[in-house]
């Protein structure tokens, strides 16, 4: 991680934001922690649609991404622990009237567990084959990251088939990734296949 330059100031300015999360010394070292974050809330109808009404409901959608030392059911009751101690009432459907006489905070709580977390070791055979891969397009201009973000359902190839795996990043790092408006520049298009094709062979050839 310290081999990663950071600067923290440039990535605040570029992201919008003031500052980050108090998590670890960096973002590479935030990288490190289970992080959650809220995905979207939905209640009423805002501008041409507003209406002077009280909504029904708010329905507000979160995301875990997890680490490997982390258990995402662990966390998960965690979370609904700390939503029970915020003195909310939780129930399995639509809340009866009696409910809603009783209770003044209710809320249902669901969820579900997603992909599982990896990591391969970057310092054994497959990090070899790959520094080798990447130098002979990017010479040393390119970063061995321990962690990096995505939804990735590799988890099972490393952990039932004890097969290392790891993650190659091709886009360009402002493609908006999800966003309606993502993109990949034609050069790191290409860049990208020429990096696969590097490791591919690099493996068949064992140098």
């Avoid at 330059?5 to 440039?10: C, M, S, T, Y």
């Avoid at 009866?96 to 709580?109: E, G, I, M, S, V």
């Avoid at 990090?127 to 010479?139: C, Y």
């Avoid at 993109?183 to 296949?193: D, F, Q, S, V």
Wanted: with cysteine; hydrophobic share 40%; aromatic share 6%.
């Amino acid at each position: 991680m310290n081999a990663i330059e950071e600067n923290e100031i440039a990535t605040n300015k570029r992201l919008g934001i003031s500052k980050r999360d108090a998590i670890g010394a960096g973002y590479q070292e935030a990288l490190q922690y289970p992080s959650l974050n809220i995905r979207g809330i939905k209640a009423a109808w805002v501008g041409a649609q507003v209406r002077t009404i009280i909504p029904a409901e708010v329905i507000v959608e979160i995301d875990m991404r997890l680490v490997p030392e982390s258990d995402g059911k662990t966390l998960m009751e965690s979370l609904k622990k700390r939503i029970q101690e915020e003195g909310y009432f939780l129930v399995d459907s639509l809340p009866t009237d009696q409910q809603r006489a009783l209770y003044p905070k209710l809320a249902n709580f669901t969820y579900k567990l997603g992909s599982k977390p990896f990591r391969t070791p970057m310092d054994g055979p497959i990090a070899d084959l790959l520094s080798t891969s990447m130098k002979k397009i990017f010479g040393d201009e390119f970063i061995l990251m321990r962690t990096t973000g995505g939804s990735q359902p590799i988890a099972p190839f490393i952990s039932t088939l004890n097969i290392p795996a790891v993650s190659i990043r091709i886009p360009n790092p402002d493609n908006n990734i999800h966003s309606p408006n993502e993109n990949i520049k034609i050069g790191n298009y290409l860049e990208g296949i020429m990096t696969c094709l590097s490791i591919l062979n690099t493996g068949i050839e064992g140098s």
